[in-house]
């Protein structure tokens, strides 16, 4: 393809254009390239034809081939990529002025392409059935979707989870630096009540609990540090619960291979995430 009408530049001066326009189409440059024998630059296209009848530089008649055509300094392409030009179809009513290098992405999507439908986003040619293209387009997503679905739902188990177990009928008091203190000396004899966790992988999280009874006397920030290096050692977003009433009705959802409700001295955890 020849070079671009130099009339689609805006702010352009005589004297540029002349700079930047090509001595064989006598358009401003598109694709342009240089040539080794005299720095010369032509549009890609127009020196490529040029070479393909004759052996030699038009501009100095050195001997040339294609494989003496050199990319433009960066420079110059950075400069030239900036140049405001008119899109194509402005005749056809496109009011667009864009950078050079932004042009072929204009031109893809222009509206006032012709020869493309303007109504939908179909990409096929005006006059075709776009509610068909659309309708089309719908049932593809809906696909998508279901298949989406389908993968979460295997991903997700939800978990109603209620454990019944009789309160004693005279409940004693029980200060909490007191089961803290039972808990710190239970902390490597957990009670495994239910669990979804592999082996060595639930080690190394009833590990981390005992780490973090050892670390606070608060439990609302044992459970919080225990979070923190979970999500820090195994990444995702872990939860911990804990309580001294053996975890009774307490409703989540985990994900598949990531919980366990264990209990320590009076504690009862629930980490999952
Ligand atoms: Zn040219
Ligand atoms: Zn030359
Ligand atoms: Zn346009
Ligand atoms: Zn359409």
Same mark, same amino acid.
């Given at each position: 393809?020849?070079?671009?009408?130099?009339?689609?530049? /805006?702010?352009l001066s005589?004297?540029?254009?002349?700079?930047?326009?090509?001595? @064989? +189409?006598?358009?401003?440059?598109?694709d342009? /390239? !240089?040539?080794? +024998?005299?720095?010369?630059?032509?549009?890609? =296209?127009?020196? $490529?034809?040029?070479?393909? *009848?004759?052996?030699?530089?038009p501009?100095?008649?050195?001997?040339? $081939?294609?494989? *003496?055509?050199h990319?433009?300094?960066?420079?110059?392409?950075?400069?030239?990529?900036?140049?405001?030009?008119?899109?194509?179809?402005?005749s056809?009513?496109c009011?667009?002025?864009?950078?050079?290098?932004?042009?072929?992405?204009? /031109?893809?999507?222009?509206?006032?392409?012709?020869?493309?439908?303007?109504?939908?986003?179909? *990409?096929q040619?005006?006059?075709?059935?776009?509610?068909?293209?659309?309708l089309?387009?719908?049932?593809?997503a809906?696909?998508?979707?279901?298949?989406?679905?389908?993968?979460? =739902?295997?991903?997700?188990t939800?978990?109603?989870y209620?454990?019944?177990?009789?309160?004693?009928?005279?409940?004693?008091?029980?200060?909490?630096?007191? @089961?803290? $203190? $039972?808990?710190?000396?239970?902390?490597f004899?957990? !009670? %495994?009540?239910?669990?979804?966790?592999?082996? =060595?992988?639930?080690?190394?999280? &009833?590990?981390?609990?005992? *780490?973090?009874?050892?670390?606070?006397?608060?439990?609302?920030?044992?459970?919080?540090?225990?979070?923190?290096? &979970?999500?820090?050692?195994?990444?995702?977003?872990?939860?911990? @619960? +804990?309580d001294?009433?053996?975890? !009774?009705?307490?409703?989540?959802?985990? &994900?598949?291979?990531?919980? @366990?409700?264990?209990k320590?001295?009076?504690?009862?955890?629930? %980490?999952?995430?």
């Amino acid at each position: 393809m020849p070079g671009y009408e130099s009339d689609r530049f /805006v702010g352009l001066s005589v004297a540029d254009i002349q700079e930047l326009s090509c001595s @064989i +189409c006598l358009n401003v440059f598109r694709d342009p /390239v !240089v040539s080794q +024998c005299c720095r010369q630059t032509f549009c890609r =296209d127009c020196i $490529t034809d040029w070479l393909r *009848e004759n052996a030699a530089c038009p501009y100095d008649r050195k001997t040339l $081939t294609v494989n *003496e055509l050199h990319k433009p300094p960066r420079v110059f392409e950075v400069m030239f990529g900036k140049l405001e030009i008119k899109c194509q179809f402005s005749s056809n009513g496109c009011p667009s002025v864009v950078p050079l290098d932004q042009l072929s992405q204009h /031109v893809d999507s222009c509206p006032y392409d012709a020869s493309k439908c303007g109504k939908c986003f179909c *990409e096929q040619t005006s006059g075709h059935d776009c509610i068909q293209a659309l309708l089309a387009l719908n049932r593809t997503a809906n696909n998508e979707i279901k298949t989406l679905n389908l993968k979460l =739902d295997s991903y997700m188990t939800r978990v109603l989870y209620a454990v019944n177990i009789p309160q004693p009928s005279t409940s004693i008091p029980v200060s909490i630096e007191s @089961i803290l $203190t $039972t808990a710190r000396s239970e902390r490597f004899n957990a !009670v %495994i009540f239910g669990c979804d966790m592999k082996d =060595d992988f639930r080690h190394k999280v &009833l590990v981390i609990v005992a *780490e973090e009874l050892m670390n606070d006397i608060q439990l609302g920030k044992v459970c919080k540090n225990i979070v923190h290096k &979970l999500d820090q050692k195994f990444g995702g977003y872990w939860n911990c @619960i +804990c309580d001294h009433k053996d975890g !009774v009705s307490r409703y989540f959802t985990y &994900l598949n291979g990531s919980w @366990i409700r264990c209990k320590i001295g009076q504690l009862t955890f629930d %980490i999952y995430k």
